[in-house]
């Protein structure tokens, strides 16, 4: 089908500090996790919360300015689309990881490195080669904020 649409829209908390890497290429590559918390009262008006976590991916000049202004707790608003990566983890399983590829990326807070300026950060499209990396981070080793 030539008339599809593979859109993400997200706001959440950065869960740790953005890793930057490079591939085999030099091409620069960031990724970060970014929890999503949802809160209701359930039947017995107990409050309820539920977590969601991506993983975030980004590249070329996007990757570093995020690399750059983003920390962990940060609060984003990440424009993307989907990418399902395979990949052998440590102990040699094939696993399967859906990731959102950031097109654009806003702070929409001041928790920089930089300091002052703008928080808005665009990026162009991800390129739609693989990379390497390691088992993907668990969850538990993060805290929502």
Known sequence: MRNS??????????GRDP?????????????????????????????????????????RELAERIHRVVQKGARVYIEG???????????GN???EVEIWADSMLLLERRSREGQGNSA????TAPD??????SPVSPEDEVPF
């Not at 649409?5 to 950065?14: A, F, H, W």
């Not at 689309?81 to 102990?91: I, V, Y």
């Open 5 to 14: 649409l593979n859109k993400v829209m997200l706001i959440g908390n950065v």
């Open 19 to 59: 890793e930057l890497r490079y591939t085999q290429d030099g091409v620069p590559l960031a990724t970060f996790r970014l929890a999503m918390t949802e809160t209701w009262r359930d039947r017995d008006g107990s409050l309820r919360e539920h977590t969601e976590w991506h993983t975030i991916v980004a590249w």
């Open 81 to 91: 689309r989907l990418r399902t990566r395979e990949f052998e983890d440590r102990g």
């Open 94 to 96: 094939r696993r399967r």
């Open 121 to 124: 950060v665009e990026g162009a």
């Open 129 to 134: 080669v693989p990379y390497d990396a390691d």
